[in-house]
């Protein structure tokens, strides 16, 4: 499965950005999707995961202020950004993995797209 993210960039904090990863996979309504981030120093944590059933986990850092939803038609997962802050500023990794039914973290992630860079500015 190839991932391929884009809608990264500079924002001023309280903007809105949007990221899209559109997967190759054949059966892509199987695949649990989600969105990482990773900021220099720190290691790679869950922002936002939907499982192939619809069901959401959240980081509760951006509850409230981001939104992730999946249009299986176009085999992509979107993330919705709202509020941002400067503390949001990171690379954003796109992940897929067969669904599991568990909760999503790093190590039980199967694919991951190249990283998008998003830079919130206070």
């Known amino acids: 499965v190839q991932l391929q993210a884009s809608g990264g960039g500079l924002v001023q904090a309280g903007g809105s950005l949007r990221l899209s990863c559109e997967a190759s996979?054949?059966?892509?309504?199987?695949?649990?999707m989600g969105w990482f981030r990773q900021a220099p120093g720190k290691e790679r944590e869950l922002v936002v995961g939907i499982w192939s059933d619809g069901r959401r986990e959240y980081s509760d850092s951006v509850k409230g202020r981001f939104t992730i939803f999946r249009d299986n038609t176009k085999k992509t997962v979107y993330l919705q950004m709202d509020t941002l802050k400067p503390e949001d500023t990171a690379i954003y990794y796109c992940a897929a993995r067969w669904r599991i039914y568990e909760p999503m973290k790093a190590d039980n992630i199967e694919y991951w797209g190249k990283g998008t860079l998003v830079t919130v500015s206070s």
């Open positions: 996979a054949r059966t892509f309504s199987n695949y649990d």
